[in-house]
């Protein structure tokens, strides 16, 4: 009896050191979990701008994890992160980033928000703030409003710049909306939530732009004909989700996009195929207006990458 009475209580201890081993250097399991989830980042920019980002933190057996999204490029692991007495510290490799180096991330958690810093290319400190990502679950049955054309096939009424005192290579030929670039990106001056999208694009050859859903997450427009799918391929959502096929059809040929967003669930036709049925967005992709994901938000053409043309752009806005 008292062997087992002795045994029993070297189990407890043990245990309780194998726990205390694999949560050590993350603080206590209850603490980690509270920087669990996705995060939607804003970041002071040392020009006084604000652009996005966000972030998620995740558990991968006894460690912390994460997945990344800068102001611009796509979705990427962290290197490294961890969580220990109200401080989260992470680092995540370069991709667009003009630095030598790892870029790195402090933040301390205040009541359900992140404040932190990290350093700009030229080494000056950047202070960001985090909150946590809505769910935003939207009605699996949604009556639809009335059609709006988004653009007349006269001039850009309804539509502006993204940077009022950018490049301007948007036009109006012949009934269809041309952008030459380098321009600024196109943006609708009317905000949507949930709605049905239809379209009708025409992409030269070797080029490429998107199509910004609330101005947050990137449908990718590309000369992309005859490649295999892919999540930063023609009809992907920039990073992060892969089409199940490629039906596009070949440069300066005219196409569709038949887009559906509720919530967070996608779904999209290219030329009538459907290639991403129903698929929740984990997040804003590069490139984005914003990382506020509760609101509405435009309609956004990508202006700076090439030369693409619309001649009908078609939303119903569900009530």
């Given at each position: 009896?008292?062997?087992?009475?002795?045994?029993?209580i070297f189990l407890t201890i043990t245990s309780g050191l194998v726990l205390v081993a694999a949560?050590?250097?993350?603080?206590?399991?209850?603490?980690?979990?509270?920087?669990?989830?996705?995060?939607?980042?804003?970041?002071?920019?040392?020009?006084?701008?604000?652009?996005?980002?966000?972030?998620?933190?995740?558990?991968?057996?006894?460690?912390?994890?994460?997945?990344?999204?800068?102001?611009?490029?796509?979705?990427?692991?962290?290197?490294?992160?961890?969580?220990?007495?109200?401080?989260?510290?992470?680092?995540?490799?370069?991709?667009?980033?003009?630095?030598?180096?790892?870029?790195?991330?402090?933040?301390?958690?205040?009541?359900?928000?992140?404040?932190?810093?990290?350093?700009?290319?030229?080494?000056?400190?950047?202070?960001?703030?985090?909150?946590?990502?809505?769910?935003?679950?939207?009605?699996?049955?949604?009556?639809?409003?009335?059609?709006?054309?988004?653009?007349?096939?006269?001039?850009?009424?309804?539509?502006?710049?993204?940077?009022?005192?950018?490049?301007?290579?948007?036009?109006?030929?012949?009934?269809?909306?041309?952008?030459?670039?380098?321009?600024?990106?196109?943006?609708?001056?009317?905000?949507?939530?949930?709605?049905?999208?239809?379209?009708?694009?025409?992409?030269?050859?070797?080029?490429?732009?998107?199509?910004?859903?609330?101005?947050?997450?990137?449908?990718?427009?590309?000369?992309?004909?005859?490649?295999?799918?892919?999540?930063?391929?023609i009809g992907g959502v920039y990073g992060f989700i892969a089409p199940t096929s490629n039906p596009?059809?070949?440069?300066?040929?005219?196409?569709?996009?038949?887009?559906?967003?509720?919530?967070?669930?996608?779904?999209?036709?290219?030329?009538?195929?459907?290639?991403?049925?129903?698929?929740?967005?984990?997040?804003?992709?590069?490139?984005?207006?914003?990382?506020?994901?509760?609101?509405?938000?435009?309609?956004?053409?990508?202006?700076?990458?090439?030369?693409?043309?619309?001649?009908?752009?078609?939303?119903?806005?569900?009530?």
């Open positions: 009896m008292v062997q087992r009475v002795t045994f029993a949560y050590g250097n993350q603080g206590s399991n209850s603490s980690v979990d509270k920087v669990l989830g996705r995060w939607d980042i804003t970041v002071q920019a040392a020009d006084g701008t604000r652009y996005p980002s966000w972030l998620e933190v995740t558990r991968d057996s006894d460690k912390l994890a994460g997945r990344f999204v800068g102001r611009v490029g796509s979705q990427r692991p962290v290197k490294s992160i961890e969580f220990k007495d109200g401080q989260l510290i992470f680092s995540l490799p370069v991709q667009y980033e003009r630095q030598n180096s790892d870029l790195k991330f402090e933040a301390r958690l205040v009541g359900d928000r992140l404040e932190g810093t990290t350093l700009a290319p030229d080494g000056k400190t950047l202070r960001w703030t985090a909150v946590r990502a809505p769910a935003l679950a939207g009605s699996s049955r949604p009556k639809w409003g009335q059609p709006i054309q988004l653009f007349n096939g006269r001039d850009l009424s309804g539509w502006k710049l993204r940077n009022p005192n950018g490049p301007n290579g948007w036009s109006v030929v012949d009934g269809v909306l041309v952008n030459t670039p380098r321009s600024t990106d196109l943006i609708t001056e009317q905000e949507f939530k949930d709605f049905k999208l239809h379209i009708e694009f025409s992409i030269a050859e070797k080029s490429n732009s998107g199509i910004y859903l609330r101005g947050r997450y990137e449908i990718q427009v590309e000369d992309g004909a005859g490649r295999e799918p892919d999540s930063r391929g596009a059809k070949k440069a300066n040929e005219w196409q569709t996009f038949d887009i559906t967003l509720i919530g967070r669930r996608l779904t999209v036709a290219l030329n009538g195929k459907t290639i991403i049925d129903n698929v929740e967005i984990d997040g804003i992709t590069g490139g984005a207006l914003d990382s506020n994901e509760g609101a509405p938000g435009p309609i956004m053409l990508q202006g700076d990458h090439g030369k693409i043309s619309f001649r009908s752009i078609v939303i119903t806005p569900a009530l």
